[in-house]
């Protein structure tokens, strides 16, 4: 499998939701995310395709470097606030992927959080106004 481009800010504020036939025709319709929220799958072909990654640390080229844990909140929002920015370089952007619904072309973020006893696939739709 050929590595994903990394994208920056600008890549996903291009990611632009297209008219559909009906209301309810995209199989994406479903998926609210305007915040993060945890799912019980994450998403996947054939309904979306991956398009790049917002993985800042390259550990093909230093295995010592790890993408932050701090999370980026200037107006003073949090995690779960759907106007929180989706700032690129911070966490947990900084760890996600980013898929396309095929069907209308709407951004997706997605990553899992790893715990002791667990694993949390997250997702958040992208909202091209809060991407900093």
């Given at each position: 499998?050929?590595?994903?481009?990394?994208?920056?800010?600008?890549?996903?504020?291009?990611?632009?939701?297209?008219?559909?036939?009906?209301?309810?025709?995209?199989?994406?319709?479903?998926?609210?995310?305007?915040s993060w929220e945890s799912v019980v799958a994450p998403l996947a072909e054939p309904a979306f395709e991956c398009v790049g990654t917002l993985l800042q640390a390259d550990p093909?080229?230093?295995?010592?470097?790890?993408?932050?844990?701090?999370?980026?909140?200037?107006?003073?929002?949090?995690?779960?606030?759907?106007?929180?920015?989706?700032?690129?370089?911070?966490?947990?952007?900084?760890?996600?992927?980013?898929?396309?619904?095929?069907?209308?072309?709407?951004?997706?973020?997605?990553?899992?959080?790893?715990?002791?006893?667990?694993?949390?696939?997250?997702?958040?739709?992208?909202?091209?106004?809060?991407?900093?």
């Amino acid at each position: 499998m050929p590595a994903l481009p990394r994208l920056q800010a600008d890549d996903l504020k291009a990611l632009r939701r297209r008219e559909v036939p009906a209301a309810g025709a995209c199989s994406c319709d479903t998926v609210t995310s305007c915040s993060w929220e945890s799912v019980v799958a994450p998403l996947a072909e054939p309904a979306f395709e991956c398009v790049g990654t917002l993985l800042q640390a390259d550990p093909q080229a230093d295995p010592e470097a790890e993408a932050t844990l701090t999370e980026w909140h200037p107006d003073g929002t949090s995690y779960w606030s759907p106007t929180a920015p989706i700032a690129v370089a911070w966490f947990p952007c900084n760890r996600c992927s980013v898929w396309r619904c095929r069907t209308c072309g709407r951004g997706f973020l997605q990553y899992t959080e790893f715990g002791g006893y667990y694993v949390d696939h997250r997702l958040r739709a992208v909202e091209p106004s809060l991407v900093v």
